[in-house]
């Protein structure tokens, strides 16, 4: 049984969001039982700074919110990675209000505590690493969870939608020789979500889609500043190319901010167009 990483959350979750959290108290898990691979000497899990924004993580884990009522067939896994440009994690305890929206759908959700910089110096590379454990593990603890272990989706805002995509064009089938169970489960997740895809100063050749890259869901606003929506339409042609499931989605405004759940414009509503496209999909009923 993993142990607890960060016990602490379950208070300021309580009194950050009490409508949910007094009812729902997350499991707390790390993401490897030992040290993680490429971990910084002295690195700590971090800590909320004060408004919500989790900085200094050098020691991944997550949090798992776990529905009142689990489908029979097995519940969507969404895994939801905060934005916070790699140098914190916006909102982490709820995962950026995903926990409201979609908890009371049956929905399992995770939000991962990934590596940020400080202390990595290796940021893009540590959290690809954290998102890899982290659909690993959902996959092999998903009878325990209830979890579909072909229903696990992967959430990005911003720096969060850098992560997801970096796994959607990273991932592996897992080592069946590693003495690690975890570690012979696929890091493929079985679609992504990409909000405001930010780049992290890189350029799209350096997230090649392969043809059986998980589906994406690509949303990105016009007059966002921060994440240009010409990097969001280089990755959805890519897809194109690589004859991969995708929908790209582009609002005329809203910012950076735009896909904020129940955010003002249209890109607040975002789930009620993310519904009907994993019907599509199959996943969702």
């Known amino acids: 049984m993993m142990k607890p990483l960060f016990p602490s959350l379950l208070i300021s979750c309580v009194a950050l969001s009490p409508s949910w959290a007094q009812q729902i108290k997350p499991l707390e898990l790390n993401l490897w039982e030992g040290n993680p691979p490429g971990m910084v000497a002295g690195a700590t899990p971090g800590a909320d700074d004060g408004t919500g924004r989790v900085r200094n993580v050098g020691i991944p884990g ?7 009522n689990i489908p029979k067939e097995g519940a969507i896994a969404l895994i939801v990675c905060p934005g916070g440009g790699y140098t914190h994690l916006t909102r982490l305890v709820g995962a950026d209000g995903a926990v409201g929206a979609f908890l009371p759908e049956g929905v399992v959700v995770i939000s991962l505590k990934y590596r940020t910089t400080p202390p990595s110096t290796f940021v893009d590379a540590d959290a690809l690493e954290d998102g890899k454990r982290v659909v690993r593990l959902m996959r092999h603890r998903a009878q325990e969870l209830g979890v579909d272990p072909r229903k696990i989706g992967m959430l990005g805002w911003s720096a969060g939608a850098n992560l997801a995509l970096n796994l959607a064009t990273h991932f592996d089938e897992g080592n069946t020789s590693s003495t690690d169970p975890i570690e012979r489960e696929s890091s493929r997740p079985d679609f992504v979500v990409l ?20 589906p994406a869901f690509i949303a990105s ?32 405004t809203g910012g950076h901010g735009a896909f904020t759940i129940d955010a003002p414009g249209e890109g607040g509503k975002w789930i009620a167009r993310f519904w009907p496209w994993l019907r599509k999909l199959g996943i969702r009923q």
């Open 62 to 68: 997550a949090l798992v919110y776990l529905p009142k």
């Open 195 to 214: 909000l405001s895809p930010w780049p992290s100063k890189r350029a799209l050749t350096d997230f090649p889609v392969p043809k059986n890259a998980p």
């Open 221 to 252: 606003a016009k007059d966002d500043k921060t994440a240009p929506v010409t990097f969001a339409e280089g990755i959805a042609a890519n897809y194109e190319s690589a004859g991969a499931l995708h929908e790209l989605w582009v609002v005329e």
